[in-house]
Nanobody, 124 residues
Framework: QVQLVESGGGSVQAGDSLRISCVVSGRTFGRYAMGWFRQAPGKEREFVAS????????YYADSMKDRFTISRDSAKNIVYLQMNSLNHEDTAVYYC?????????????????WGQGTQVTVSS
């Protein structure tokens, strides 16, 4: 059983930075491609970023690629999302996801395991 637990969310001011984390347990972390998604109130869940099993292939949503950075520490079984220059539109629940594929991407269907989410609230 694979478990994903997100942390690091909270309330920040516009312009602030925040780093959220996702700890993966249950199986060998290094075998998964990982992704971050988010869901704002009243909206569909959307892709944020993904990182391959090796860490060499990274994708970002176009609207976030200049402000967000995804990374992974395979020794600690953690994937991070560094978010800079946050604005009110970044307010959402952020979900971590793991895929059995070596490279994942933007499509939710390729992810097999999901965390419960962490709330990020950005005040104007």
């Amino acid at each position: 059983q694979v478990q994903l637990v997100e942390s690091g969310g909270g309330s920040v001011q516009a312009g602030d930075s925040l780093r959220i984390s996702c700890v993966v347990s249950g199986r060998t972390f290094g075998r998964y491609a990982m992704g971050w998604f988010r869901q704002a109130p009243g909206k569909e869940r959307e892709f944020v970023a993904s990182i391959s099993e090796s860490g060499s292939v990274i994708y970002y949503a176009d609207s976030m690629k200049d402000r967000f950075t995804i990374s992974r520490d395979s020794a600690k079984n953690i994937v991070y999302l560094q978010m800079n220059s946050l604005n009110h539109e970044d307010t959402a629940v952020y979900y971590c996801a793991a895929s059995d594929h070596s490279v994942s991407g933007r499509t939710e269907e390729v992810y097999h395991y999901w965390g419960q989410g962490t709330q990020v609230t950005v005040s104007s």
